[in-house]
T-cell receptor, first 114, second 112 residues
């Protein structure tokens, strides 16, 4: 298995533009997590899904952020409009079940908003 | 979930054992201890977890004290590729879900 696949690996955009980050889960995994990492705040959980259903989005910073799972193997994290303070590395992770603590992380998407 | 305390940084000589401590004095009976590491520019990687018994796998050993208030992750023969930030996390299994909360971790530098 190729593992969790994220795209793009790097994104540079201007303030106000829409950003879409993509994640492909490991085949057979049922849970999906989006994290954000910055120097100031470390790794923060934004939202997680189980069986395509959002379970907890309390970590999503504001309404500009939205996440979806259109099918069991794919998720998107959208920021509209983007702001410079959204600059961070965004990680997607999947796990076989919601109860396991063994998460498999992707390589991350580094976002820079100018 | 209970909070953890880890030293911000540690050094280890290549080939020697790296012992990374973690304090979790407020851990509850149903909370597990998990260890992850993050190598520079990569996503976090699961290492090992345990409840109260010591655990060993191909990557590391986890020693949990009898009172479960602290634990130590042991890399028996550290290599330069083990240089990373190591995160100790305590987490309960519950029906509401599974949120791994990452703290600051320990930055381990393995030196030649």
């Amino acid at each position: 298995d190729a593992g969790v696949i994220q795209s793009p690996r790097h994104e540079v955009t201007e303030m106000g533009q829409e950003v879409t980050l993509r994640c492909k889960l490991i085949s057979g995994h049922n849970s999906l997590f989006w994290y954000r990492q910055t120097m100031m705040r470390g790794l923060e959980l934004l939202i997680y899904f189980n069986n395509n259903v959002p379970i907890d989005d309390s970590g999503m910073p504001e309404d500009r952020f939205s996440a979806k799972m259109p099918n069991a193997s794919f998720s998107t994290l959208k920021i509209q409009p983007s702001e410079p303070r959204d600059s961070a590395v965004y990680f997607c992770a999947s796990s076989a079940t919601l109860s396991t603590g063994e998460l498999f992380f992707g390589e991350g998407s580094r976002l820079t908003v100018l | 979930d209970a909070k953890t305390t880890q030293p911000p940084s540690m050094d280890c000589a290549e080939g020697r054992a790296a012992n990374l401590p973690c304090n979790h004095s407020t851990i509850s009976g149903n909370e597990y201890v998990y260890w992850y590491r993050q190598i520079h520019s990569q996503g976090p990687q699961y290492i090992i977890h345990g409840l109260k018994n010591n655990e060993t796998n191909e990557m590391a050993s986890l020693i949990i004290t009898e009172d479960r208030k602290s634990s130590t992750l042991i890399l028996p023969h550290a290599t330069l590729r083990d240089t990373a930030v190591y995160y100790c996390i305590v987490r309960a299994l519950n029906n509401a879900g599974n949120m791994l909360t990452f703290g600051g971790g320990t930055r381990l530098m393995v030196k030649p």
